[in-house]
């Protein structure tokens, strides 16, 4: 026979019933009269020991005994009868103790519990809205401000207002901001948002890597004053190892290419060389400081490039590459693929 996932059917019926907040909350005695009484009682249990608990304790609802009870279990055993009788006195206090602290928000938990399990068609609607106002509000609307607030705690979502568009869109009114806009609105909000956060997160990652940005610039500044280097405005520099006669990539073509990747102190951090097989690769789907090298060297040429960190991967940290490096490539350049 097929095993019932119980610890999803929990989920299920958790997250439709947590906001219910009307309802008796008194806990029916166990009658098992019948077959039926006991296969019910029974199945209220299992539900309750195969994920329920744990889903509740995730939740914030309950805090469960089971670590209470471990921890007295195992002095228990390695105590001597008087010892035990009052290790044993402790953990009820303390299991009582925590039953009382539980009490609280499990009595709600248990009005919604009855209200959906009792629902009759007429109110399934209800439920399904407490459902969803519960995603909402535990969810989404966290998960909103945290990417349009940020950090400033003195701003939260006008749970009214929310309402009011949510409501007013579903009732088909006239709304105060179109679908059209309000969805341009929101998602421009974000797009913003999230660019500031990465700029607020690139200014402290530069002072953290305040040493290693340092150390870049030392190193390119004197490298250009080398005669076989060649330093381009934008911050790239490249000397040539070998001149190449053939077509020069355009920024649609797809190259053949050779490379050898290394940190400032010669660190290797990716090589096809090594691999012995080269890459293919479209001119415009790598870094920056390798679509412009690309775009300037005729096929047949190898190159050292030098690539600072606002040309390679910024901020991004990479693994061994670490945020604001530069990069030094042996670029060979072998063919234009068609």
């Known amino acids: 026979m097929k095993k019932i996932n119980l610890l999803a059917l929990c989920a299920i019926v958790v997250g439709s019933v947590m906001l219910v907040s009307c309802g008796g909350n008194s806990t029916p005695k166990a009658s098992l009269k019948t077959d039926v009484d006991s296969i019910s009682y029974a199945y209220g249990v299992n539900l309750a020991d195969q994920g329920l608990m744990q889903y509740l304790e995730q939740l914030g609802v309950v805090e469960s005994p089971t670590n209470i009870e471990y921890e007295y279990q195992m002095k228990i055993s390695a105590a001597d009868s008087t010892e035990k009788v009052t290790l044993q006195k402790e ?154 006669t053939g077509a020069i990539p355009t920024e649609n073509d797809q190259v053949k290419v050779h490379y050898h990747g290394t ?33 300037l060297m005729p096929v047949g040429s190898k190159w050292k490039v030098y690539v600072p960190y606002n040309l390679a991967y910024g901020a991004d940290d990479r693994g061994t590459i670490k945020p604001f490096s530069t990069l030094i490539f042996d670029v060979e350049l072998l063919a234009i693929e068609k």
Do not use: C, H
């Open 91 to 244: 953990m009820k206090t303390k299991i009582d103790s925590l039953n009382k602290a539980n009490a609280p928000k499990l009595n709600q938990f248990l009005k919604g519990l009855k209200e959906a399990v009792n629902a009759g068609e007429e109110k399934s609607s209800y439920i399904q809205g407490l459902s969803i106002g519960n995603q909402i509000s535990q969810q989404m609307i966290p998960q909103f401000s945290s990417i349009i607030f940020a950090a400033d705690t003195t701003k939260k979502v006008n749970i009214d207002q929310l309402i009011s568009g949510l409501v007013g869109t579903l009732k088909n009114e006239n709304l105060a901001i179109s679908k059209l806009e309000a969805g341009d609105f929101v998602q421009s909000k974000m797009e913003a948002a999230q660019e500031e956060s990465q700029r607020k997160n690139e200014e402290d990652l530069k002072i953290e890597y305040k040493d290693d940005i340092e150390a870049g610039e030392k190193f390119l500044s004197e490298n250009a004053e080398r005669e076989e280097v060649v330093a381009l405005p934008s911050g790239l520099q490249y000397e040539v190892i070998k001149k190449g």
């Open 263 to 295: 940190l400032l102190d010669g660190t290797v951090f990716d090589s096809s060389v090594d691999r012995n097989e080269p890459a293919v690769f479209g001119v415009n789907q790598v870094i920056p400081g390798w679509t412009e090298a690309l775009k």
